[in-house]
Structure formats: structure tokens, C-alpha cells
């Protein structure tokens, strides 16, 4: 293939993912359970009885490209809304329109893309609108829309969940870019199967991705009378990196700690080590990392492993001191421990037990012989009255009873059997003993 030859390959400017987006269900890669023959999302499309809906799914796996199959299928008026650049004042405007021409018999569907991106107001501007049937609200967002969507507006709304597209699914994008007229099809093209291979699995599950970057790789490869040979080179140069999907704001933020802290709490040293990366290398704050991983030493290891709270709290401060990327290596030494380390809950269920007491007792007062006297007037009321100094007695202890009367006979930490904590029961049985000894003379 000659250099001007190329050239014509290039002139229709639209980029090679928007060339190759379905138009129909039947050109539609992937979500095989949602847009399966007989299912609902198939039917409400194929039947044009279509609801106000949502689809959530990470980027480049489809959500758009439904909407547009919707638009081209349905015989309703259909427009599209930009988070970015619609206000108020046009979503008003729109609705006044969209009331109009419900009046002579004509539906009319919105669809809005990044609805996580419309604040609070201007979803709420829909909400009416959705709820009297003037729209058919149709949006597609990358953020739980549980987080993101009102929750009025979210009820309305029927959630379709879209999930990452298999390296399968990618490799019969890409062949079909290849080999379609609407994208590259024309043009003969030497890339072997193992260089598509390496660009699906580089993609993770996004479409647009793929596309994108096959289209980089063929009008950057060298060509000839013969074609254009994809260059081996270029495929390592637009494979070399890609950002971790990771949004330190949103859901993903959530779910990739929460995976640190179980990971940890199964003493899956492998696993915590990979998701403290996963978090580290996409730029989380280590200072974030580092303040869960103290609460974990307390809430999943606490008396069974005490060194825990003490290396945790050192790993914090290193973060502190020598930050990214060096502090790294801290945050790993406290994941290891702590993943490694006996675990008890104890503490936390301690806690969590006798802040139910303290809820439900709230006005429960101080017993006397336990509060200070710093007054004449409270000594006379008999504050401190009774009171045991544990130092003089034996054992350093004694029969006194430190908790409200409406309480007494309550227990909070039960110790379990898991590292340290074997001494602490001993020595909780053994007070408990001697407590029940004093009680006794």
C-alpha cells in the first residue's frame, strides 16, 4: 500500500471506535445476559417498550451503544443531555418541550451521559418529569448509582449492571474492526493473531480502548505496496502502560480498602500485598492506607497480637517522613504483619456491646464511692465514700464494684483463644477468681 493510499484510510476523522458502534442488537459484542433473545433488557428494546433505566458498567463496555441502539430503534423522540454543559434552565426548557409533545401522543427519551455528573439539583429537575410519564429517562454513569443518583430519582429507574468485556469479547471487536468496511475492512492489514491478543488483554474489558489503540498501532505502522505491516514496536510502545482504573473519590476507592482490610483479616499475605499495590501504584494518599491499617491492628488483631498497633502506628509515621515511593516498603512490612498475626475481634466486640449499655443507660449516674471529691460540699455528699485504693490490698485488687448498680454482672471483653490472648484469658480467669474470693469473705 502506497503512503497516499494511507492517506485515504484516514480521512473520515471520526476515530475507529465511533465508526464500528452497532447500530443493532445483533451487532452488539458482550453483556450476553443482558441482551440475550428473551431477556428483559432484549425485549424492552426490540418491543420499544422501554422504561426509564441506568446502566452502570466501567468505561468501554457498551452503555452508550445501547442508548444509541434504543435511539435508532425506538419510534419516540429521543435526545441527549450533557452533564457537563446542560444547567437548569436547559433541562427545563426540554422537559416544556418534552410535555408537548406528550400532548399529541409522542414519547420522549432523555438520555444522559455520566448522570453521576449531575448534581443534586439538576437531577432533581427531572424527577417530575420521570414521575408524570412527560420522559423516558435513560442514564449511563462508571459510579454506583447508589451513591450518585437521588435516591427518588434512583426508585424510578430500573438498573442494568454492565460488567468488563472478556478478551473474547474484545478479539471480535477487533476482528470485526478489521475486516468491516465501516472501519478498516478496505485495507489489507498484516498483524498476527498473538499482537491482537496482547492489545485485548491490554484493553481490560474496554471496547473503546482496544479500538483506540488499534487505530494508533495501523496508522503508525510502516506499509508498503502490500499493506500496512503492523510493527511489533509500536504494539510494545502503546502497550507499555496503562493508569490503574481507580478513582480515590469514588466507588472503586471503596471496594480495593475494603479488599485490603479482608484480605488482611483471612491472613491472605499474598492477596493484602497486591491490593496495598493496587491502591499505592494508582496514587492513593499512604497516609490513608496507613491510618486503616492501624484501625485494623486494634478491630482484627488488637490483644492478640499487641506488637501490631505499635509496628502500624510506626509505618504511619514513616509514610509521614519519607512519603511515595519510599515509604512503600513500610506500608508492605505492616500488611505482612498484620495479615500474618493472630486475629481477635475481641476488642471491637467489647466495645460495640458496652456502647449499647451506654446508649441505653445514658443518665445512669456515677456510683459515689468512685467519683473524686476535689470539693468540701461533694465530700460531704459522700463522694468517694468507701472508696478501695486497689494498691493496698492483696493481689492489688479488690471486691469493689466499679460499674452502675443497673449494670453490675455485665460483661464486654471476652478474650479468644488466638495468640497473646491465651495469657489474657488466664489472666482474666485468675482476676476473676480472686474478685470472686474477696466477694466471698
Not at 484516514?10 to 458482550?30: C, H, I, N, Q, Y
Not at 442514564?139 to 454506583?144: D, R, V, W
Not at 442494568?160 to 472478556?166: D, E, I, N, Q, Y
Amino acid at each position: 500500500m502506497r503512503y497516499e493510499d494511507l492517506e485515504v484510510l484516514m480521512k473520515d476523522d471520526r476515530p475507529l471506535a465511533d465508526r464500528m458502534r452497532p447500530v443493532t442488537l445483533e451487532e452488539f459484542v458482550g453483556q450476553t445476559a443482558l441482551v440475550k433473545e428473551g431477556n428483559l433488557l432484549y425485549q424492552m428494546i426490540e418491543n420499544d417498550k422501554i422504561t426509564s433505566m441506568i446502566f452502570w458498567g466501567p468505561p468501554g463496555v457498551g452503555k452508550t451503544t445501547l442508548a444509541k441502539i434504543i435511539a435508532n430503534r425506538s419510534k419516540s423522540f429521543f435526545l441527549t443531555f450533557s452533564a457537563v454543559t446542560s444547567g437548569i434552565k436547559e433541562i427545563k426548557e426540554v422537559m416544556k418541550e418534552a410535555e408537548a409533545r406528550r400532548g399529541i401522543g409522542q414519547k420522549t427519551i432523555v438520555f444522559v451521559d455520566e448522570i453521576h455528573r449531575f448534581n443534586k439539583a439538576q437531577q432533581d429537575a427531572f424527577l417530575p418529569y420521570v414521575e408524570n410519564g412527560s420522559i423516558v429517562l435513560i442514564g449511563a454513569t462508571t459510579e454506583n448509582p447508589s451513591f450518585e443518583v437521588n435516591s427518588a430519582l434512583l426508585s424510578r429507574c430500573k438498573v442494568f449492571v454492565l460488567k468488563s468485556l472478556t478478551d473474547d469479547d474484545i478479539l471480535k471487536i477487533i476482528d470485526n474492526a478489521l475486516t468491516s468496511p465501516k472501519g478498516l475492512g478496505n485495507y489489507k492489514i498484516d498483524i498476527d493473531d498473538a499482537d491482537k491478543k496482547a492489545i485485548a488483554h491490554f484493553a481490560a474489558g474496554d471496547a473503546r480502548y482496544a479500538l483506540n489503540t488499534l487505530e494508533i498501532v495501523i496508522y503508525n505502522s510502516p506499509s508498503d505496496e502490500y499493506g500496512i505491516h503492523v510493527s511489533t514496536d509500536i504494539i510494545k510502545q502503546c502497550l507499555s502502560r496503562r493508569s490503574l482504573m481507580y478513582d480515590k473519590k469514588g466507588e472503586e476507592h471503596y471496594n480495593i480498602i475494603s479488599a485490603l482490610h479482608k484480605s488482611m483479616r483471612n491472613s491472605d499475605v499474598d492477596a493484602a500485598i497486591y491490593w496495598l499495590a493496587r491502591m499505592l501504584e494508582a496514587g492513593e494518599d499512604p497516609l490513608y492506607i496507613a491510618r486503616r491499617i492501624v484501625r485494623f491492628a486494634s478491630e482484627d488483631i488488637g490483644m492478640a497480637d499487641s506488637r501490631a498497633l505499635e509496628i502500624t502506628i510506626a509505618a504511619y509515621d514513616a509514610c509521614r517522613f519519607l512519603g511515595v515511593p519510599e515509604c512503600n516498603v513500610h506500608l508492605t512490612h505492616a500488611v505482612t504483619y498484620c495479615a500474618l498475626a493472630p486475629k481477635s475481634n475481641s476488642l471491637e466486640v467489647a466495645y460495640n456491646t458496652a456502647k449499647a449499655d451506654a446508649l441505653d443507660t445514658i443518665d445512669e449516674p456515677v456510683p459515689l464511692h468512685i467519683r473524686n471529691a476535689p470539693t468540701r460540699l461533694m465530700d460531704e455528699l459522700g463522694y468517694g465514700k468507701g472508696y478501695e485504693y486497689s494498691h493496698d490490698f492483696r493481689y492489688h485488687m479488690t471486691a469493689m464494684k466499679c460499674l452502675p448498680d443497673k449494670l453490675n454482672g455485665h460483661h464486654y471483653y471476652e478474650p479468644s483463644d488466638q495468640g497473646s490472648e491465651i495469657k489474657v484469658k488466664k489472666r482474666l480467669e485468675q482476676i476473676k477468681m480472686i474478685k470472686k474470693s474477696l466477694n466471698n469473705r
